[in-house]
């Protein structure tokens, strides 16, 4: 067993770094860095910085087709209306804005869904759909929860539904392919 609780197979005696040729010490490192990312901690914090990466760059999308809407100073009723230079200013903060806003929201989505995943799997000993479904339920009524029962409910519905397509989707590849007329 590793630090991790994940079972590396069996481990020959350890030597020390001074010991070890080159070659032994990558391998070591590699296999350490496997380790760690095979463990729950690991998995939760690449699903995070992965959601980061994909917030960033969905926030940065959707911040740039917004840029047709007032923005509500009184003397200025368009940013059309600003001079140019101005108007980069004001578009490119409000990106940065939505953009880090949406990374935030995806990488803390990404990070809760799969430590709860994660953890269900380890406390369950099983690898299958229900672990998705579960932590889909969970984090969407711990999303919601702050709104009140109806919507940690909807929350719940909604996150196990989506985690439910999804896994359906993922795992698809695994069925059996579909019979047609050149298998007669």
Known sequence: MSLWGVYTGPQPPKKSIQ????QEQAEEGARQMIAFMQSCPGKTIMSAVSGFGLGAFFGLFMASMA???PIGTASVKSISEL?????????????AKRSYSSAKNFGYIGMVYLGVECTIESLRAKHDIYNGVSAGCITGAGLAIKAGPHAAFMGCAGFAAFSLAIDMYLNSDAAPPPENDYDI
């Open 19 to 22: 010991e070890m040729t080159q």
């Open 67 to 69: 840029y047709d809407a």
């Open 83 to 95: 001079p140019f230079k101005q108007q980069m200013k004001l578009q490119f903060t409000d990106m």
